[in-house]
């Protein structure tokens, strides 16, 4: 019985394995992390999909107690989610969860877009110069 109980856990949508983005921590001037929008700084390898939809990272940044999030979501062009990230340095292995909460479809250029202030100092001591080149695994976890 203990057995058909594991079998039917529900997995999150983006979460583990394959499913979760390696992000390699660049740097431009002050801002730590992976853009591809206004700059061009750290690198991003993996498949993800939500819903069965290819998802690509746009920014995952870090400036001045600020967290820039950004993806695109293939065919998607409105609404808005609530997700979570996990962020792990694969250094350490350790997770930290970061509640994200809404995010919103704002353009094409960008996708769904938000950002988070006052960010945790388990994250923020990730965003720094000491990680650059460093590389982190990313997942989406849409609620």
Known sequence: MGLNRLMLVKKTAVSGGDNAFIMTMGQQSGQYGYSRNNGNYG?????????????TLVMLSYYGGWLDVAFKEEGVTSGSYNINLNITPLETGVTVPLTVGKISYIGVNVGFYTYVQRVPSNISSMFTSANVDKKFKVEIIFN
Not at 43 to 55: C, I, L, P, Q, Y
Request: glycine letters at 16%; a negative charge.
């Open 43 to 55: 690198e991003v390898t993996g498949d993800v999909t939500h819903d069965g939809r290819a998802v």
